[in-house]
Nanobody, 120 residues
Framework: QVKLVESGGGLVQPGGSLRLTCAASGSTARIYVMRWYRQAPGKERELVASITKPGSNTNYDDSVKGRFTITADNAKNTCYLQMNSLEPEDTAKYYC?????????????WGQGTQVTVSS
């Protein structure tokens, strides 16, 4: 099993920055990809960024390219999302997601989410 706990959300003014943290525990050595998703009220959950383990190949949604950066610290079993130049449209609950291969089966896990509000 894998447990994911997000932190770092909050209220920030447009143009500001936040860094989200996703701490993984459990069978972390089996994780091969981690992602950040977000969901705004009344909208579907959308993929923001992903990073593979190992290799640290990254991908971003077009709406955040150049503003957000996903990284992973394998020694700390932690994934980060650095968010710069935040816009009101970035307001959403952000969720950490991980996929792991356990007992020959690909299994996915979600964190509980952390709220990000961008407003003046």
């Amino acid at each position: 099993q894998v447990k994911l706990v997000e932190s770092g959300g909050g209220l920030v003014q447009p143009g500001g920055s936040l860094r989200l943290t996703c701490a993984a525990s459990g069978s972390t050595a089996r994780i091969y990809v981690m992602r950040w998703y977000r969901q705004a009220p009344g909208k579907e959950r959308e993929l923001v960024a992903s990073i593979t383990k190992p290799g640290s190949n990254t991908n971003y949604d077009d709406s955040v390219k150049g503003r957000f950066t996903i990284t992973a610290d394998n020694a700390k079993n932690t994934c980060y999302l650095q968010m710069n130049s935040l816009e009101p449209e970035d307001t959403a609950k952000y969720y950490c997601y991980a996929e792991a291969r356990l007992y020959g089966t690909d299994t996915f896990y979600w964190g509980q989410g952390t709220q990000v509000t961008v407003s003046s």
